[in-house]
């Protein structure tokens, strides 16, 4: 089946501690983005990237790194995981960047304890 | 500063009837602008895109406007069922410059029976 993973569904991790989500597609898109989900604030940019070995900040970038060594594989890490609500982290790809509809992960829930 | 809004109290209707959810935005120049459908805990998923130079899009028993006066999408499920309760999300890309598609925060319907 085609379509894009994200794993594990939930996660937790001690606060302080780095946490890498992951994410593959094999629907051979060329883009990938990751999202943040927060209650009332929609979903909001954190990385995307338009190719292999490149990609680019969005707007909550900070706290947050990426890479994209392969174009199936587009991980995220939470550097210095913070106590927060648990947020819900939602990876996606695309044809191309910005240029069609976005396939989207079931997501991951982290709670950081 | 930009805004997309989508109305943030839930609407509910009753099962048969047509539900309208809008899309408003500022200072923006979509484009296009896309409807997506999020049920709890799972990602949101693509259904219809509309261009800016298109006033209207079908698709089932779904139906979108596109108003670049008004700045504003209206969002049509007619005949609604339960089965359509869920959160809708719009999205827009803006045209030019930094092409990054953003989402509004949603609007969760309710339909009963």
């Known amino acids: 089946d085609g379509g894009i993973t994200q794993s594990p569904k939930y996660l937790f991790r001690k606060e302080g501690q780095n946490v890498t989500l992951s994410c593959e597609q094999n629907l051979n898109h060329d883009a990938m983005y990751w999202y943040r989900q927060d209650p009332g604030q929609g979903l909001r940019l954190i990385y995307y990237s338009q190719i292999v070995n490149d990609f680019q900040k969005g707007d909550i970038a900070e706290g947050y790194s990426v890479s994209r060594e392969k174009k199936e594989s587009f991980p995220l890490t939470v550097t210095s995981a913070q106590k927060n609500p648990p947020a819900f982290y939602l990876c996606?790809?695309?044809?191309?960047?910005?240029?069609?509809?976005?396939?989207f992960g079931q997501g991951t829930r982290l709670t950081v304890v | 500063s930009q805004k997309i809004e989508q109305n943030s109290e839930a609407l509910n209707i009753q099962e048969g009837k047509t539900a309208t959810l809008t899309c408003n935005y500022t200072?923006?120049?979509?484009?296009?602008l896309q409807w997506y459908r999020q049920d709890p805990g799972r990602g949101p998923v693509f259904l219809l895109l509309i261009r800016e130079n298109e006033k209207e899009k079908r698709k089932e028993r779904l139906k979108v406007t596109f108003d670049t006066t008004l700045k504003q999408s209206l969002f049509h499920i007619t005949a609604s069922q339960p089965a359509d309760s869920a959160t809708y999300l719009c999205?827009?890309?803006?045209?030019?410059?930094?092409?990054?598609?953003?989402f509004g925060t949603g609007t969760k319907l309710q339909v009963i029976p």
């Open positions: 999205a827009l890309l803006n045209s030019g410059g930094y092409q990054k598609v953003t």
């Open positions: 996606a790809s695309s044809l191309g960047q910005g240029n069609t509809e976005a396939f």
């Open positions: 200072n923006y120049s979509p484009a296009y």
